[in-house]
Every structure is written in C-alpha cells, then in structure tokens.
C-alpha cells in the first residue's frame, strides 16, 4: 500500500471517495462495505484432470484436487483444505488443513518510513468479480454466504509443458486457480491459490493499483507472509526438515544436506539463496517404493525481505499448530510463539515463508494531469501498477511413485519390482529402479498393459 504517514493515508482515502463520487455512492459503499466479524462457510471446488485432456495419447485416467476456499476479514482470500486424488480412482489425500496470507507488510523506506499492514490494519474487503476478471477460460464462483456480489474466480489454465523426452513425445500440464481481490484503499493485491494437476500448490500474492496520492513516487515493499497449515496425509504426524545444498567453489564437489529443522524445534531460518533452502515436510506414510511422502516448500524470489520488524528477521519458519489460539494466526506474533521451542517433528506443524517484491514507482504506474483537476491540490492522477507477484510452492517428493501424466507402458507385478530393489530406492534412482511398480492410486496407468514393450533406458 503506497503511502506516508497513516493520517496521509486517511486523507488519501478520503480523496479516494471524493474521487469516487461520480461514479455513484454504491460503488463507495462496495469499497468501504461493512464485513461481519464471523467468516462466511467455504466453497468446495472439485477440479478432475482428465490425462487425455493434457495433449496426450495415453488412455489414463488422472488426477483431482478438493478444496475448500473463503474469505474472511483480515483474511481476504484463503484456503480451509485440499485434498489431492493421485489417481481418480483412489481415495483424497489431504495435503492442506489451512494456507493463508497471514500479513501484507508494506514499508516505505526513502523519506516517510512509514510501516502498513494492510491485512491486519485495515479492514479491506475483496473486491466484485465480473466476467472480464474472469476471461475466457474462467469462470465466478457464487457470492460467499451473505455476501451481495461474487469475489472468487476459478480458472483452470494450461501451465505449459510438464514433460518431453525422447521416448513418449510430450505432454502439457493444466492447473485449477481461485483468485481474489483484496481491495486495500487504492491498491489492489490479487490472491492466488493454484494446485496443479502434478499435486504442486503454488501460493502467489500479485500487487497492483494506484500508488498512493501524495507519495506516487516513493519506493517500498510489498511484503506478503504466508501461514501454512500443512496436514500431509496424517497431520498429526508431520515432521519438519530443513534442505540444504552446500557447496565450495573451490572444489568441484558438493553435499546435499537434510537435518531437522532448527534442530527439530520451533523456530525461524534465513533463506540462503546459495544454499537452495527449502523446508522439507515428511508424513509417516510411504509411497509404493517404500520413500515417505513429503512437500518441499520452495521460495521463489527477486529478494529478501528484511526490515526493523522482528517478524521479518527471518524467511522461513516453522511452528506447532494450535489453531484453537486466535494469535497463531498472526505472522507479527510468530517470534513469540516460536519462544518456547515446541518440537516440530511427528507432530501437527505450521509452515511460515516470506515472498516479497520491491516497488520502485516507474512511469507504466501511470501518470499526473492525466484527467482533470478534482480538488486543490490533486495531482489528477490516472493509471495503475501492473502487476507485480511474490509466491511460493509446495511441491511433492514421492508422493507418487514415478512420473505423473507419464504413459508408461506394462506395469511390472509387485514381485518384479522388489526383485529389482524398487522398494527403499531413492528417488534419484535410474536403471533398473526407473521401472516402479504402479499400485492403486499411484497416478499412473492401471489400465494401460497392453504394450508388452517398456520405455528404453538409458
Ligand atoms: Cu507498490
């Protein structure tokens, strides 16, 4: 949120209205609407993606995600589960009891240094949702309970190809996309929750809108921090690790490290973007090759936030669940809620990470005098920040047991594959143990035996 000192801002909105004025008080009204302090009930979307429905030929089935969308005031736009179907004809896996953007921080830092926090401190609403938001291939999901107008888009969007090699030609992925528009003042932050059909989520915040009157110039961060309640197949039982890659460009080797995390207590690490970090998060249960299922969540980045605030000290951070406490739910109170060091090994843990972009006001923001004067003093601006987006992803470690929307050909017997050690391989495995076997509900073909020829090696 663009600004100065939080009276600017005020007076900022105040213009805002004034501004607003002819296009009709009810447009004021939907910006400034009253919100009930209770959320209204999620939405449940059901997205099947049909393998023939991805550019391939293989006769599979696919795969499917469940999940449950709200909105909620200070909140915006969030997610109160998913469930993720390997194989349409297996049972849901639940991968997520709760993801959330806990905090849009926004500091100015050139002359006002003026701090917002634009989920907590305010009272935003999200914004209506028509059919241009949505565009062709989107559709609106119906207002939430009680609300006058509808504030989620869904889309299902091509993401581009997942795969190609020399063997079985190539094949494009498809995502599901719920998004909202948290209306903050004159900016606009876009939420966007997408889960694709490999099982990666990925959580993205996109910043747009009108800098704000008075500092349209002046640089800041729009910082968003995201609370994850990860519940991976049994949440009760998750434990945390930290990932690192380690290496000394003196030598030509390197170790690939992964350890407990914060020595398998609660706590928060700084993202090294020589080291690759990521937290790892295992479930007990293991897939067909004897590996347990797991999510790496992976930042993706321009940078990293760091600023006076203690909550920014760190990127990511991982806590004990314990929903039932209203102050777990806010990212500036996790540094004492992580002072107590809970283990967060086999136990129902909530992952924290950063994703920010640094705004440096440029003239496709828009530009002055570019309709007329309203009030003494207005600088008539006209134009919006395009967007800009932060985000991280989930993505799963063996949560299949081979390639997902991969037409593999006959699948081998249960036999064959601990005959060629397929059982406690790892994952980097190639060769003999490239064949897995493909139990019930392993995303791959049940179906398709009848090519007696497998896939060439290597
Ligand atoms: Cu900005």
Redesign the pocket.
């Given at each position: 949120m663009?600004g100065s000192r939080p009276s600017r801002r005020i007076l900022g909105l105040a213009l805002l209205g004034v501004w607003l004025l002819p296009c009709g008080p009810a447009m004021a009204q939907r910006l400034y609407r009253r919100q009930s302090l209770a959320d209204p009930p999620s939405q449940e979307v059901v997205t099947e993606f049909l393998v023939s429905e991805s550019g391939g030929s293989e006769p599979r089935k696919g795969t499917a995600w469940k999940v449950h969308v709200a909105r909620g005031l200070h909140r915006g736009l969030y997610i109160t589960g998913a469930w993720f179907k390997r194989d349409l004809s297996e049972d849901w896996i639940k991968i997520l009891n709760d993801a959330r953007v806990s905090e849009l921080f926004v500091p100015y830092h050139l002359h006002s240094q003026v701090r917002y926090f634009d989920l907590t401190g305010f009272s935003f609403p999200l914004a209506e949702v028509k059919a241009e938001d949505a565009g062709p291939f989107g559709t609106i999901l119906p207002p939430f309970q009680g609300d006058d107008h509808a504030t989620v888009v869904k889309e299902v969007r091509d993401r581009g190809v997942i795969w190609k090699d020399y063997a079985h030609g190539v094949r494009r992925g498809r995502e599901l996309i719920l998004w909202g528009a948290l209306q903050a003042g004159n900016?606009v932050y876009l939420m966007s929750y997408s889960f694709h059909d490999d099982g990666t989520i990925a959580l993205r915040v996109g910043?747009t809108g009108q800098?704000l009157p008075g500092q349209r110039y002046e640089a800041?961060v729009?910082s968003a921090h995201w609370r994850i309640d990860i519940d991976l197949v049994d949440g009760s039982k998750n434990s945390a690790m930290l990932m690192k890659h380690l290496e000394d460009p003196r030598s030509l080797g390197a170790e690939d490290i992964k350890e407990p995390f914060n020595g398998g207590m609660e706590g928060g690490v700084d993202w090294d973007p020589k080291e690759f970090t990521m937290i790892r998060v295992e479930s007990q249960k293991k897939n067909a090759r004897g590996e347990p299922i797991a999510y790496d969540l992976m930042p993706l980045r321009y940078g990293t936030p760091r600023h006076n605030e203690e909550f920014t000290h760190h990127d990511l951070w991982v806590s004990r669940s314990h929903s039932d406490r209203p102050m777990e739910y806010l990212f500036i109170n996790l540094p004492e809620a992580v002072r107590d060091r809970e283990l967060v090994e086999e136990t129902d843990i909530v992952l924290w990470a950063n994703s920010a972009v640094h705004?440096e006001p440029r003239h496709e923001d828009g530009m002055p005098g570019a309709r007329t004067r309203i009030w003494p003093g207005d600088d008539a601006w006209e134009g919006s920040?395009l967007v800009m987006w932060s985000g991280i992803d989930l993505r799963p470690r063996n949560l299949f047991d081979r390639t997902p929307f991969y037409p593999y050909a006959a699948t081998p017997s249960p036999q064959q594959v601990n005959r060629r050690g397929g059982r406690g391989a790892s994952d980097r495995g190639t060769g003999e143990n490239a064949q897995p076997a493909a139990p019930a509900g392993s995303g791959a073909d049940a179906t398709s035996g009848s090519s007696s020829t497998e896939p060439r090696r290597r």
């Open positions: 663009p900016y910043a800098n800041h729009h705004h920040a």
